[in-house]
């Protein structure tokens, strides 16, 4: 079951954070956006479970009812976020539950017998970057106001956040954990100075970092038990 698991959350991950345009996340509450990101889930999902149909088309179907829910009823803030993320994830165990051996059954045990330890990483590292990459910013939307940042490169503040967790992840999957105190010790020192000008823009630096290296540790090491068990099993 678990390398179920492992080949839906990668095919979640790829789907809702890599696949999925600007176009379809703005206009989900419209029928033709929302049923084009539902086909690149059942797609993806069919890919990663090595042509398992049913499981495929199922997780999809609740994928769809889960995005038109939130498109209707949901925000943009970090609640609703964190709902629909997590309702995506129980639809992922139950499908997991009803499908056990979907993985198994299909195409990739007998192209490669690690194969769900490779979806389990690269799923990992999606959701440690991209998806912490809106995590952290729907968290630190509410402070933006008060922080006025002119001299920055445009979009170096995401690109920052996106190497930090990059790191954090490969950090800890290597066993190097003591690399994540070096980088939050070197960005700290890199930005110092700025923070040092204004108490506001401190307290906004501690923040993000924070959060930005804590999701990231806690998907690092999530991916590590996840790893772990599909090589016992």
Do not use: C
């Amino acid at each position: 079951m678990l390398d179920t698991i492992a080949a839906l959350l990668l095919a979640h991950a790829l789907a809702d954070f890599v696949f999925q345009s600007r176009w379809m996340v703005e206009n989900k509450h419209d029928m033709p956006p929302l049923l084009a990101h539902t086909a690149i889930v059942f797609a993806l999902s069919l890919a990663a479970l090595g042509g398992a149909f049913w499981p495929a088309l199922l997780v999809a179907l609740l994928h769809l009812q889960i995005d038109f829910a939130k498109a209707r009823l949901g925000g943009q803030s970090l609640g609703p976020f964190l709902a629909d993320q997590a309702a995506h994830g129980v639809a992922i165990l139950v499908t997991a539950l009803l499908f056990p051996l979907a993985v198994a059954n299909g195409l990739w045990p007998a192209i490669h017998a690690d194969a769900g330890q490779a979806m389990a990483l690269l799923a990992g590292l999606i959701l440690a970057t991209r998806m912490g990459q809106f995590l952290v910013g729907k968290l630190m939307a509410p402070y933006a106001d008060a922080i006025h940042e002119e001299d920055g490169l445009p979009d170096g503040g995401a690109l920052i956040g996106l190497l930090e967790r990059g790191l954090t992840f490969i950090f800890v999957l290597a066993g190097q954990t003591t690399g994540v105190g070096l980088l939050i010790a070197a960005k700290s020192f890199l930005r110092v100075g700025t923070a040092n000008e204004s108490r506001k823009m401190a307290e906004y630096v501690i923040i993000g970092t924070l959060a930005s290296i804590g999701w990231a540790l806690l998907v690092a090491y999530g991916a590590q038990w996840l790893i772990t068990r599909l090589a016992d099993g």
